[in-house]
């Protein structure tokens, strides 16, 4: 069993098996990134925290379109991957949405979550630059990693603004 995508390993037969799962992966973490920040942004309290999920919301449309780009050039239709990790991110968020007491501990509940998805994000990505750099494919690699260095500044930006609400309590 593949420990990561919870696929056994026969599935995952090749590099590009590899690579390929972890895009699906990805994509169905942003999809429901993208679902999910607007209702969360209504249940946090600081106007600081809002705007970076305004932010953060935004850039995520772009991840996603750079996303079926790569799909694109690897010639693959962008599939959503069936994930757990999903189902337990959507509860976490409808868990925050229900308490929404718009105050500090809120938010950094909702910032260690969204923390959370970015880190998922970021291990997920990160090895596969290196593996399709063989494939002779410049924009491939190019597009993951801006995706890559977003997720890096995201989560400085969702540390700054944690210290931020942290000093508030």
Same mark, same amino acid.
């Given at each position: 069993?593949?420990? $990561?995508?919870? #696929?056994?390993?026969? %599935?995952? /037969?090749?590099?590009? =098996?590899?690579?390929? *799962?972890? $895009? ?36 995520? &449309?772009?991840? $996603?379109? #750079?996303? %079926? ?6 010639? /693959? ?9 999903? =189902? &337990?991110? !959507? ?10 007491? #718009? ?8 910032? =260690?979550?969204? !923390?959370?998805?970015? *880190? ?5 990505? !990160? ?11 410049? !924009? $491939?690699?190019?597009?993951?990693? /801006?995706?890559? /260095?977003? %997720? #890096? ?9 944690? %210290? ?6």
């Amino acid at each position: 069993m593949n420990t $990561l995508s919870g #696929r056994p390993d026969a %599935e995952l /037969e090749t590099m590009r =098996d590899v690579v390929v *799962h972890r $895009l699906q992966n990805l994509y169905e973490v942003t999809r429901e990134i993208l679902q999910a920040m607007p209702d969360i942004a209504e249940a946090v309290g600081s106007p600081q925290l809002k705007q970076a999920i305004t932010a953060y919301l935004e850039r995520t &449309r772009g991840q $996603l379109s #750079r996303l %079926e780009q790569a799909f694109e050039l690897i010639g /693959e239709s962008p599939q959503a991957a069936v994930l757990h990790t999903v =189902d &337990r991110l !959507r509860q976490g968020r409808d868990q925050r949405v229900k308490q929404a007491r #718009r105050d500090p501990l809120t938010d950094a509940d909702v910032i =260690d979550a969204a !923390r959370q998805v970015e *880190h998922y994000e970021f291990v997920t990505l !990160r090895p596969v630059p290196s593996h399709v750099k063989q494939w002779g494919q410049p !924009r $491939l690699t190019e597009l993951l990693e /801006e995706i890559l /260095e977003e %997720e #890096r500044e995201t989560d400085k930006s969702l540390t700054e603004i944690m %210290e931020a609400v942290v000093r508030e309590k």
